[in-house]
């Protein structure tokens, strides 16, 4: 192959295909706009100027755009990670704030490295569903206070926004329902002279771009052990927000995404959005949806200019931007909300068909979310909520049953199932020691040795067979069982 024939091979698909290029562009466009109302809340949440988020949105979309390891996926300032800081900032000031979010960074990065993506196969289809349902319903109440005590004229602009969106694909795809019902609501609303809160009530938008600078703390080792904790929790949060988002745009888009690229990514972008002042971020799954659901973007550009958009959009056309009706915002996002939430789920045909585990592990994880407002703490007591109903679960396979020679000099017992700390401890039970004939043999070719639990719970059927003057065989135990059997018995004894 040519030289030139192989990097036409590495041209990224919106240099090749117009149609791939135009559709990043608008949907890049629409994140742009939604990330403008979102940042400055955020900030407002973490207690820092309004500026501060909109330049993290615009140093995390960019940065994560080139180095991140999941396509279409926005990074940008989020509200869980201003949940996380904002304590931070309060109690020391905002240099604390910065040099907490660079830390972080470089708490990702190594986590990143030792592999905590792969942690990520531990969370179940029943959490991620919980996940998937509790963020569509956080991003609805996120929208209530944006409908609630406002001009009448808000709610039907709402609908109007719906409606857009719903019936304008029916008649061309080729622009994205959300950039067009944001324009017409935005016209309407000035050349009508309707007055209805707009974007520039959240607050100022910046006229330049953020500058780099070192964090204005000592570089101490008081200023580290202050800033640690808030670093640490907040490199945890985002990685687990950034890689939930990012398993659920795999599914969506039917591709697969580097988990340990994101994960390092993420910590690389939050290291440059601390140098340039930011108040750091992570994956947002409600701007992703928008890019990847509703505008159908597939690949980095769209990030890139997603972030690329809002600093123009708030520095070139900041006075437009600002007119824009929170109504066209908001009825992006309960469109949004509306294509998230995983309706099958909860179908009447899907509850009666699903285990009731799997059902109350959705739900617990739901609450929790909700309840917290925090999805890393939603997710985590969800995993753990499935681990405890997959054990219950398991630990009854244990099954034992008896055979007794015709001569009645041995007695065999056929151990199926699997053996581990919660199936083993009712092992012992299984067995009649006083009236069992002097030679005993286990069987154990059905079944698999996980733990020492199982280890100790042999040893122990052991002894109170010896206790009687009776012998054991254990045969049958495959590969793995032998060596963990081989390697521990006879050694957990007090």
Known sequence: MSPVARLRGLKPDWLSDPKVWRTEILAGLVVGLALIPEAISFSVIAGVDPAIGLFAAFTMAVTI?????????????????????????????????????????????????LGVAKLMRFVPRSVMVGFVNSLAILVFM??????????????????????????????????????VSIVILTVITVAAGIAVPTVGDKGDL????PVPGLPDVPFTLDTLTTIAPYALAMALVGLMESLMTAKLVDEITDTHSSKTRESIGQGIANIVTGFFGGMG?????????????????????????????????????????????????????????????????????????????????????????????NLAIGVVVGTITAMVVFAKRVAHFAEVTAVTDPDDATVVYRVTGELFFASSNDLVGRFD????????????????????????????????????????????????????????SGELAA
């Open 433 to 488: 020691y006083a009236t069992d004939p002097d030679k005993v043999v286990i069987d154990l070719s059905a079944a698999h040795i996980w733990d020492a639990s199982s280890v100790a719970a042999l040893d122990a059927i052991e002894t109170k067979y010896e206790q009687r003057g009776k012998t054991v065989e254990i045969i049958g135990l495959n590969r793995s069982s032998a060596q963990i059997h081989e390697k521990l």
């Open 142 to 179: 996120a929208q209530v206070p944006e409908m609630h005590d406002v001009p009448w004229p808000v709610y039907p602009l709402i609908a109007g926004g719906l409606a857009l969106m719903v019936f304008f694909p029916k008649v061309t795809k080729v622009i994205p329902a959300p950039l």
């Open 281 to 373: 971020g992570c994956a947002m799954i409600g701007q992703t949806m928008i890019n990847v659901r509703v505008s159908g973007a597939r690949t980095r550009l769209s990030t890139f200019l997603a972030g690329v958009f809002l600093m123009v959009l708030c520095i070139v056309f900041g006075p437009i931007v600002s007119d824009i009706p929170m109504a066209a915002l908001v009825a992006v996002m309960v469109m949004v909300c509306f294509a998230t939430f995983d309706w099958h789920s909860i179908a009447p045909r899907t509850l009666k068909r699903m285990p009731t585990g799997e059902i109350a592990v959705m739900v617990i994880t739901v609450v929790c979310v909700v309840s917290t407002h």
């Open 206 to 209: 910046p006229s330049s771009l």
């Open 65 to 113: 755009a080139i180095v991140g390891g999941r396509r279409a996926m926005i990074s940008a300032a989020t509200g869980a990670v201003a949940l996380v800081i904002a304590p931070l900032n309060r109690e020391h000031g905002f240099g604390y704030l910065v040099a907490a979010v660079i830390l972080a960074g470089v708490f990702q990065i190594v986590l990143g490295a």
